[in-house]
């Protein structure tokens, strides 16, 4: 009985491959609220009625990479590229600050500009302005000197998605000069230099099966992120992979129960592109065991540049609104949006 094995995972946190596999190829409505709530008790065992905010900082859309999917891929020609200054990523910062927040995520392609130097030199200035916050970063593959000169400059977060666990896949979604191993082997060194470390992947990516998705749950019990980001991938005009079918809101919803049964106390945010695909997508991505969402400080002026599939939301609003949109939606379900850092509870336990 497949309910079994999900109280089976919840209580074990792990199933076999092949488990996964069954509930994945065999996932009714049923069984996805029977997933939900064991979800949401465990969510609610660990961080009580509190969903997480991280201001989101999109600070550069240019990028050296390729991959199918992204619309900011280097070859897509009709993209305006765009890159903030020092001081207009301080602004967002204050900005974000002032409204609350204590956690930021400085996301941005591949962009060379960015040297180890700049973003040190980054990190190390949104440390002193604001020494209680915490810094995530999201820019991609480094190398592990790299990676450790960001932790000796006060970054104590990374998130970087696996994709997909299977290697074959990913050679499917990304150029050959990508290569999974080397994205694997960027995870393992963050969580070796001791960043709170996010993976994740795309649900409903092209090829995608449910061998490949039981691979990643197997793979994210092996990784112990701290964090998982998964949202639906939703194509994305000027891609290779433009005409392709959007994952899809159950598919994902379902994932996020499993995920948050699989790593009880993982920070688990209700995606952007989870509520570009359902007007109520990140309320039920709640509903479904997830705890963070990230709300948008990037300046107005810039974020319909950062579409990295078509549709994104919140590209009309400002920082203050998104705050005001994303209280009453938590509200709606019953949820209180948290300011505070927000740390994983096994890295508090720890300090
Ligand atoms: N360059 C950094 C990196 O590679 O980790 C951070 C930025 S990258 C755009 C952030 C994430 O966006 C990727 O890990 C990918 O999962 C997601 N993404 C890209 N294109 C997408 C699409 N078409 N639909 C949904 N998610 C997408
Ligand atoms: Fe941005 Fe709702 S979160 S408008």
Same mark, same amino acid.
């Given at each position: 009985?497949?309910?079994n094995?999900?109280?089976q995972?919840?209580?074990?946190?792990t199933?076999?491959?092949?488990?996964?596999?069954?509930? &994945?190829a065999h996932?009714?409505?049923?069984?996805?609220?029977?997933?939900?709530?064991?979800?949401?008790k465990?969510?609610?065992?660990?961080?009580?009625?509190k969903?997480?905010?991280?201001g989101?900082?999109?600070?550069t859309?240019?990028?050296?990479?390729?991959?199918?999917?992204?619309?900011i891929?280097?070859?897509?020609?009709?993209?305006?590229?765009?890159?903030?200054?020092? =001081?207009?990523?301080?602004?967002?910062?204050?900005? $974000?600050?002032?409204?609350g927040f204590r956690?930021f995520?400085?996301? $941005?392609?591949?962009?060379?500009?960015?040297?180890?130097?700049?973003?040190c030199?980054?990190?190390?200035?949104?440390?002193?302005k604001?020494?209680?916050?915490?810094?995530?970063?999201?820019i991609?593959?480094?190398?592990?000197?790299s990676y *450790?000169?960001?932790?000796?400059a006060g970054a104590?977060?990374?998130?970087?998605?696996?994709?997909?666990?299977?290697?074959?896949?990913?050679?499917?979604?990304?150029?050959?000069?990508?290569?999974? /191993?080397?994205?694997?082997g960027? &995870?393992?060194?963050l969580?070796?230099?001791?960043?709170?470390?996010?993976?994740?992947?795309m649900?409903?990516?092209p090829?995608?099966?449910?061998e490949?998705l039981?691979?990643?749950?197997?793979?994210?019990?092996?990784?112990?992120?701290?964090?998982? $980001?998964?949202?639906?991938?939703?194509?994305?005009? %000027?891609?290779?992979f433009?005409?392709?079918p959007a994952?899809?809101?159950?598919?994902?919803?379902?994932?996020?129960?499993?995920?948050?049964?699989?790593l009880?106390?993982?920070l &688990?945010?209700a995606t952007?592109a989870? %509520?570009?695909?359902?007007?109520?997508?990140? =309320? *039920?991505g709640? &509903?479904?065991?997830a705890?963070?969402?990230?709300?948008?400080?990037?300046?107005?002026?810039?974020?319909a540049?950062?579409?990295?599939?078509d549709?994104?939301?919140c590209?009309? /609003?400002?920082?203050?609104?998104?705050i005001v949109?994303?209280t009453?939606?938590?509200?709606s379900?019953?949820?209180?949006l948290?300011?505070?850092? %927000?740390?994983?509870?096994?890295?508090? *336990?720890m300090?």
């Open positions: 009985n497949r309910k094995l999900l109280d995972l919840a209580h074990t946190h199933l076999a491959f092949e488990d996964f596999i069954d509930l &994945l996932q009714d409505e049923e069984l996805q609220a029977y997933a939900a709530g064991l979800a949401v465990t969510t609610q065992c660990y961080y009580g009625n969903v997480f905010s991280r989101l900082i999109e600070f859309n240019i990028c050296q990479n390729n991959c199918y999917y992204c619309g891929r280097a070859s897509n020609e009709n993209v305006q590229r765009y890159r903030l200054s020092d =001081e207009q990523i301080l602004q967002c910062a204050a900005t $974000g600050y002032e409204l956690t995520v400085l996301q $941005g392609g591949e962009d060379p500009y960015y040297t180890d130097d700049r973003i030199h980054l990190v190390q200035q949104l440390k002193y604001h020494p209680d916050c915490a810094i995530t970063l999201s991609g593959e480094k190398s592990p000197e *450790k000169r960001y932790r000796q104590e977060r990374y998130l970087l998605r696996h994709e997909t666990a299977t290697p074959a896949h990913y050679h499917k979604l990304h150029p050959p000069s990508m290569s999974a /191993e080397n994205r694997y960027c &995870l393992r060194t969580k070796a230099l001791g960043f709170q470390t996010g993976a994740g992947f649900v409903g990516s090829w995608q099966t449910s490949d039981a691979r990643d749950l197997i793979f994210l019990h092996e990784l112990q992120p701290e964090m998982v $980001g998964i949202g639906p991938f939703i194509p994305a005009a %000027g891609t290779p433009a005409q392709q994952g899809t809101l159950d598919q994902t919803l379902f994932l996020l129960s499993l995920i948050r049964l699989l009880p106390e993982v &688990l945010p952007t989870l %509520g570009t695909i359902d007007p109520r997508g990140r =309320e *039920k709640i &509903l479904a065991g705890n963070v969402v990230m709300p948008n400080l990037s300046p107005r002026n810039v974020r540049k950062y579409q990295l599939y549709n994104k939301i590209t009309g /609003e400002e920082a203050a609104e998104c949109c994303l009453k939606r938590m509200k379900v019953g949820r209180e948290a300011v505070d850092r %927000g740390d994983n509870v096994r890295y508090m *336990k300090k």
